[in-house]
T-cell receptor, first 116, second 115 residues
Framework: AQTVTQSQPEMSVQEAETVTLSCTYD???????LFWYKQPPSRQMILVIR??????QNATENRFSVNFQKAAKSFSLKISDSQLGDAAMYFC?????????????FGEGTQLTVNP | NAGVMQNPRHLVRRRGQEARLRCSPM?????VYWYRQLPEEGLKFMVY????????ESGMPKERFSAEFPKEGPSILRIQQVVRGDSAAYFC?????????????FGQGTRLTVV
């Protein structure tokens, strides 16, 4: 079974600074996707960024980028120029072709605080 | 095109009552997933349904929980004889078809409180 581990229950960053959230996963599959979701206090799950395992290039979405290390099974999220609106719970998630449909396996989350 | 709609947003039930959570997928989506988020935890997969079929219920508790997705109408997650431990946020996601490349979209969740 696949597992996703987020070892940082809480992180904090100063506004305008950069922060990196860690995620590792365990799988024996070769074709899969990795995701970072943001969950603000409203509880809405918002997709931040996705990475396809067969792509070597790290995904980037504006101020959000990932460092995908396939051999190490590591998938960290970097947030540059942090803004107050980035404060939220962040979940790393995994999905593969070999599991049911578009089912996701989530990590336990990292609570990000942005200090003004 | 409305997103995934879940209702109610908040539901309070006394121990022993039944809870019914509804999920209307996005238009054109025929695949529905239910997840449970216990306090201070990540989302855990419960069940995957297509219209009129349960595809994967490996995450569902063996007793008291059931799910359906009828040909017409929303998907329903039903919890019978609720207990305090059922208090959680329940999320529904929907997708257009099957596969890892297919994006699933989340609703805003239903927060169930059992008193």
């Amino acid at each position: 079974a696949q597992t996703v581990t987020q070892s940082q229950p809480e992180m904090s960053v100063q506004e305008a600074e950069t922060v990196t959230l860690s995620c590792t996963y365990d799988t024996s599959e070769s074709d899969y996707y990795l995701f970072w979701y943001k969950q603000p206090p409203s509880r809405q799950m918002i997709l931040v960024i996705r990475q396809e395992a067969y792509k070597q290039q790290n995904a980037t979405e504006n101020r959000f980028s990932v460092n995908f290390q396939k051999a190490a099974k590591s998938f960290s999220l970097k947030i540059s120029d942090s803004q107050l609106g980035d404060a939220a719970m962040y979940f790393c998630a995994y999905r593969s072709e070999e599991t049911s449909g578009s089912r996701l396996t989530f990590g336990e989350g990292t609570q990000l605080t942005v200090n003004p | 095109n409305a997103g995934v709609m879940q209702n109610p947003r908040h539901l309070v039930r006394r121990r022993g009552q039944e809870a019914r959570l509804r999920c209307s997928p996005m238009k054109g989506h025929s695949h529905v997933y239910w997840y449970r988020q216990l306090p201070e935890e990540g989302l855990k997969f419960m069940v995957y349904l297509q219209k009129e079929n349960i595809i994967d219920e490996s995450g569902m508790p063996k007793e008291r929980f059931s799910a359906e997705f009828p040909k017409e109408g929303p998907s329903i997650l039903r919890i019978q004889q609720v207990v305090r431990g059922d208090s959680a946020a329940y999320f529904c996601a929907s997708s257009q078809s099957w596969g890892a490349r297919i994006e699933a979209f989340f609703g805003q969740g239903t927060r169930l409180t059992v008193v």
